[in-house]
């Protein structure tokens, strides 16, 4: 289904009845990432799913969008659909940004939270974060190499998979955007959310480490944390049953 939401059209889910189970969901994901652990609550809640935009089925906004912009979306998305009472959000990665948001700014209110790899904290100067700026640096001398132009893109490509960052190089046209977000620090706004807050996740995720998700346990009050042995970033897909069997503990 599909819904014009601020001249933005949004591509989404709609399935079940009852209290609504929102599930956001990561970058370079979509709604369909979800069908496996949504199909289990279908008969349960009123679950409802949506492509943000620049992804799945929802075009990529006109403007470089931010993590509030994404945020004020799925806010009105809800108003539109006339769901705005959410009984818990289920997020994984970056849809963790969007729900961190929503929750500290009030945009939306659940009763409760799950958050399965959520990114939002800026890491750390490190190794990788200098390469960035040598690849940035790089780019800029390449393009400026007209005999060069036309293996930048290929060269760019090697250095970020070199090191990595597959959300970025798979970003193409939603570059800035990834940009916009990842230099947002959620890590004031943790503190903020006063939502009974499940953390779900993979013992061995590289994307949003396990340190990312001790210090949101720390700082998320009323919060408890699961850690699933040998699953990645993607917990819910390595480890279907025992995601599974957490959230029906925490949301029944």
Same mark, same amino acid.
């Given at each position: 289904?599909?819904?014009?939401?601020?001249?933005?059209?949004? *591509?989404?889910?709609?399935?079940?009845?009852?209290?609504?189970?929102?599930?956001?969901?990561?970058?370079?994901?979509?709604?369909?990432?979800?069908?496996?652990? $949504?199909?289990?609550? =279908?008969?349960?809640?009123?679950?409802?799913?949506?492509?943000?935009?620049?992804?799945?089925?929802?075009?990529?906004?006109?403007?470089?969008?931010?993590?509030?912009?994404?945020?004020?979306? =799925?806010?009105?998305? +809800?108003?539109? !659909?006339?769901?705005?009472?959410?009984?818990?959000?289920?997020?994984?990665?970056?849809?963790?940004?969007?729900?961190?948001?929503?929750?500290?700014?009030? /945009?939306?209110?659940?009763?409760?939270?799950?958050?399965?790899?959520? $990114?939002? !904290?800026?890491?750390?100067? =490190?190794?990788?974060?200098?390469?960035?700026?040598?690849?940035?640096?790089?780019?800029?001398?390449?393009?400026?190499?007209?005999? +060069?132009?036309?293996?930048?893109?290929?060269?760019?490509?090697?250095? /970020?998979?070199?090191?990595?960052?597959?959300?970025?190089?798979?970003?193409?046209?939603?570059?800035?955007?990834?940009?916009?977000?990842?230099? *947002?620090?959620?890590?004031?706004?943790?503190?903020?959310?006063?939502?009974?807050?499940?953390?779900?996740?993979? *013992?061995?995720?590289? *994307? =949003?480490?396990?340190?990312? $998700?001790?210090?949101?346990?720390? +700082?998320?009050?009323?919060?408890?944390?699961?850690?699933?042995?040998?699953?990645?970033?993607?917990? /819910?897909?390595?480890?279907?049953?025992?995601?599974?069997?957490?959230?029906?503990?925490?949301?029944?």
């Amino acid at each position: 289904m599909k819904v014009l939401i601020n001249n933005q059209l949004v *591509e989404y889910s709609d399935e079940g009845s009852g209290r609504v189970l929102l599930f956001l969901h990561g970058w370079g994901a979509n709604l369909k990432t979800f069908d496996s652990l $949504a199909k289990h609550f =279908t008969d349960k809640f009123r679950v409802i799913r949506l492509d943000f935009p620049g992804f799945g089925g929802s075009p990529k906004p006109e403007n470089d969008w931010f993590i509030d912009d994404y945020s004020r979306l =799925t806010a009105d998305f +809800l108003e539109k !659909i006339n769901a705005s009472d959410v009984y818990a959000i289920v997020a994984h990665s970056f849809g963790g940004r969007v729900t961190i948001r929503c929750s500290s700014a009030n /945009y939306l209110n659940p009763k409760k939270i799950v958050l399965m790899g959520a $990114a939002g !904290i800026k890491p750390r100067k =490190t190794f990788k974060m200098i390469v960035y700026k040598v690849i940035a640096k790089i780019g800029k001398f390449l393009t400026s190499l007209s005999l +060069l132009k036309k293996l930048q893109p290929l060269l760019r490509k090697k250095l /970020y998979s070199s090191i990595g960052n597959t959300d970025y190089s798979q970003a193409n046209d939603m570059k800035k955007i990834f940009v916009n977000t990842i230099n *947002e620090d959620l890590l004031p706004e943790l503190s903020k959310i006063k939502q009974t807050t499940l953390l779900i996740w993979g *013992e061995n995720d590289q *994307e =949003t480490p396990l340190s990312d $998700a001790n210090l949101m346990s720390d +700082l998320i009050k009323s919060s408890k944390l699961k850690v699933i042995p040998s699953a990645g970033h993607f917990v /819910y897909a390595d480890a279907l049953d025992k995601t599974k069997k957490y959230m029906d503990d925490f949301l029944l």
